[in-house]
């Protein structure tokens, strides 16, 4: 029966975009991790610098959280009065807020690694930051 592939079909498409939007989350928490173990490891940063890259971190890991509370109400809960365009809809939003928060994530350590590199005071420390960060220019 044609109506039961295609639901199925629905089904596995709805997988591999629950997925997707698991793995960059996966991925956003493990590269705030990393940049946030390295802006305190910079010597260019104060405490009052590094607790407002936390707000912010705060801010932007809150919002993905959010994002994968709709995500999990639209798969797990059956019971939801939603068709299956309504549900693959509400899976694409959700695919888009996180790559949203993980744009915004890069966005932001991108632009901390160039304020430490700008207030590096001489070549050795500006290599210094260049390698903390992976800068290639």
């Known amino acids: 029966d ?3 592939l295609n639901k199925v079909r629905g089904l ?37 610098e590094l607790q407002y890259m936390g707000n912010v971190y705060n ?21 939801t009065q939603m068709d299956d365009a309504e549900r693959l809809q509400k899976i694409s939003e959700a695919a888009k807020a996180m790559q949203t928060n993980r744009d915004h994530l890069r966005q932001f350590n991108r632009q901390n690694a160039g304020l430490s590199l700008l207030r590096a005071t001489d070549a050795q420390d500006r290599q210094n930051v260049k390698q903390l960060y992976g800068i290639k220019k």
């Not at 590269?31 to 390295?38: G, H, W």
């Not at 709709?70 to 809960?77: A, I, R, W």
């Open 2 to 4: 044609y109506g039961e």
């Open 12 to 48: 596995i498409a709805d997988y591999d975009a629950v997925k997707s939007i698991i793995s960059k989350q996966k991925q956003l928490v493990a590269e705030y991790q990393q940049a946030n173990t390295l802006f305190h490891r910079d010597a260019h940063f104060s405490p009052n």
């Open 59 to 79: 801010g932007i890991l809150q919002e993905s959280l959010r994002n994968l509370d709709e995500l999990l109400m639209v798969v797990s809960d059956l019971s």
